[in-house]
């Protein structure tokens, strides 16, 4: 079980949907993260970049083809930080609402009732 | 640290981390050239078969085994739809391989009936003809047979 600790760096909804977004994959093309968060590429650019800098993403370049991809994965500091926030999330509705059943790693029945942040 | 948020908003936050999972989750699937280009060989080795050349035949099915071995190792998990994402292996169902292979197999025993009942009809080319039907259920099937399986949940049991 992972202790719930809140990340103020992975709460903004941008990047709190990289991050889970991110958490769901090995690896994902800037591509991908760009057009499903519909952000712009430098608005997407500038969050990894301070994901990047906290140790949390990594962007790799490799060349796929005769094309070079620029490709975004979490760290395990970052998963570790992700699991953490999650975790604390639902502390915090736990604690609220004491009934409130775990319901699977990330909240999963907790979150189905709740609309998406963007 | 206790965090300064409403339960209201950490449910809203939990929605969006539930969201985005969900968004890698439906890229679990078999890349559609896999079924169509396993539907074109079906037919492409039913019509060799109805060549009547032990010797093609014998040639043609091993290279068929050999390319689809190859193929398969990187797209049977389900995680490599395309290149943008890699879908982490426990959210995807870990029966997807045992599923398609066994789907496959299922396909070459409905080929080999068809082919006996058509040539027992006295079909001209028996193979062929039950080849295509294969090649059909494969093309579209495959797709109904991989979305069946995200529904029945993504790192769970099929």
């Known amino acids: 079980m992972t202790a719930p600790r809140f990340d103020e760096l992975i709460h903004p909804s941008t990047r709190l949907s990289i991050v889970a977004l991110l958490a769901a994959a090995d690896w994902s093309d ?6 499903r968060l519909d952000l712009s590429d430098s608005a997407l650019s500038k ?12 962007v790799d370049r490799p060349l796929v083809g005769r094309r070079r991809r620029v490709r975004a994965r979490l760290t395990a500091t970052g998963r570790a930080a992700f699991e953490g926030h999650v975790a604390a999330l639902r502390a915090v509705i736990e604690s609220a609402d004491p009934t409130a059943a775990d319901e699977g790693p990330t909240g999963r029945g907790e979150a189905a009732d709740a609309a998406p942040m963007r | ?7 209201t908003e ?4 939990l929605g969006t981390v539930e969201h985005r999972r969900q968004q890698v989750v439906d890229e679990i699937d078999m890349p559609r050239w896999y079924w169509w280009g396993l539907a074109v060989a079906w037919v492409a080795l039913g019509v060799v078969v109805d060549l009547g050349n032990p010797v093609a035949t014998t040639i043609v099915t091993l290279a068929f085994g050999a390319v689809h071995a190859a193929v398969a190792q990187r797209v049977l998990s389900g995680r490599h739809r395309t290149r943008g994402v890699s879908v982490r292996a426990e959210l995807a169902n870990r029966h997807i391989p045992a ?8 396909l070459g025993a409905l080929t080999t009936a068809l082919g006996f009942l058509a040539a027992a009809d006295g079909a001209a080319h028996p193979t062929t003809m039950a080849g295509v039907v ?4 494969l093309a579209l099937g495959g797709p109904d047979l991989m979305a069946w399986a995200r529904r029945r949940g993504a790192g769970g049991d099929a």
Request: proline residues 5%; glycine residues 10%; hydrophobic residues 55%.
């Open chain 1, 47 to 58: 969050q990894l970049s301070t994901l990047e800098g906290a140790g949390y993403v990594a």
């Open chain 2, 10 to 13: 950490a449910r809203l936050a």
């Open chain 2, 134 to 137: 294969a090649g059909l259920a």
């Open chain 2, 99 to 106: 599923l398609v292979i066994g789907y496959v197999l299922a």
């Open chain 2, 1 to 7: 640290m206790t965090p300064d948020i409403s339960p």
């Open chain 1, 30 to 35: 800037f591509s991908f993260v760009r057009d």
